[in-house]
């Protein structure tokens, strides 16, 4: 059997691998454990796309990558603002992934943004604003929320059929949720979800590393010629 046959009766399998990293991590919280469920996913699409030419894959795997080096510095920030600040930097980079490759196979949904900015403007105006005392963190919380609504935005525009399209709009709704828990807890004080906002995060790379997959399964399909009459 060819080694791309292999790939692809294996690859959904292999997800099985960061599911229990990231239910040993929720279990034990150590921070090997949190930065390592990305990792995985990082590694199963790199495999995978040697396997078959995965298209723009880099950009999630610079995502994944991003997303690794913010959830270091929000677990270990001990009290730093700072730290936090620098996490909220990384994970807008892996946004700038994530947009990227919508981007490369779509296109923004104007509409969708629109809606999108309807809702989480006010939500910064009237409750995350005034709650914010440093400026450089508001600055940084509002950039943020308006990076992570143009990635969702674009997840929208995206050019695929389904379900891909819907597991890649999942992965970045559910980051956007995650996001959105953090922004409750941390500014609000409102701590009610925050035992959803590491399952949904790591769910989340799960839910676009299965998209890729699926996406280009379908391609594969597409593309494969008739087989030749016995």
């Given at each position: 059997?060819?080694?791309s046959?292999?790939?692809?009766?294996?690859?959904?399998?292999?997800?099985?691998?960061?599911?229990a990293?990231g239910y040993?991590a929720?279990?034990?919280?150590?921070?090997?454990l949190?930065?390592?469920?990305?990792?995985?996913?990082?590694?199963l699409l790199l495999a995978?796309g040697r396997?078959?030419?995965l298209?723009h894959?880099g950009?999630?795997?610079?995502a994944?990558?991003?997303?690794?080096?913010?959830?270091?510095?929000?677990?270990s920030r001990?009290?730093?603002e700072l730290?936090?600040?620098?996490g909220?930097?990384?994970?807008?980079?892996?946004h700038?992934?994530?947009l990227?490759?919508?981007?490369?196979?779509g296109?923004?949904s104007?509409l969708?943004l629109?809606?999108l900015?309807?809702?989480y403007l006010?939500?910064f105006a009237f409750?995350l604003?005034p709650?914010?005392?440093?400026?450089v963190?508001?600055i940084?919380?509002l950039?943020?929320?308006l990076?992570?609504?143009?990635?969702?935005a674009?997840?929208f525009?995206?050019?695929w059929?389904w379900p891909?399209?819907?597991?890649?709009?999942?992965?970045?709704?559910l980051?956007?949720?995650s996001?959105?828990?953090i922004a409750?807890?941390?500014?609000?004080h409102?701590r009610g979800?925050?035992?959803?906002?590491?399952?949904?995060?790591?769910?989340?790379h799960l839910c676009?590393?299965?998209?890729?997959f699926?996406?280009?399964?379908?391609v594969?399909?597409?593309?494969?010629?008739?087989?030749?009459l016995?």
């Open positions: 059997m060819h080694s046959d292999l790939a692809k009766q294996w690859f959904p399998v292999l997800l099985v691998l960061p599911l990293i040993a929720l279990q034990t919280d150590w921070r090997g949190k930065l390592g469920e990305p990792a995985m996913c990082g590694l995978y396997a078959f030419g298209r894959a950009y999630i795997l610079a994944f990558a991003w997303s690794m080096i913010g959830d270091y510095f929000l677990s001990g009290g730093r730290y936090f600040v620098y909220i930097g990384a994970f807008f980079v892996a700038l992934g994530y990227g490759f919508a981007l490369k196979n296109r923004l104007w969708a629109a809606l900015l309807l809702g006010p939500f409750y604003h709650a914010i005392q440093n400026p963190v508001r940084a919380a950039a943020y929320l990076i992570s609504c143009v990635s969702m674009a997840a525009g995206l050019r059929r891909g399209k819907i597991l890649y709009g999942a992965g970045i709704g980051v956007l949720f996001d959105t828990l409750f807890s941390e500014f609000l409102e979800g925050n035992r959803l906002i590491l399952p949904t995060y790591y769910l989340a676009v590393t299965l998209a890729l699926w996406r280009e399964e379908n594969i399909k597409t593309l494969d010629p008739k087989p030749a016995e």
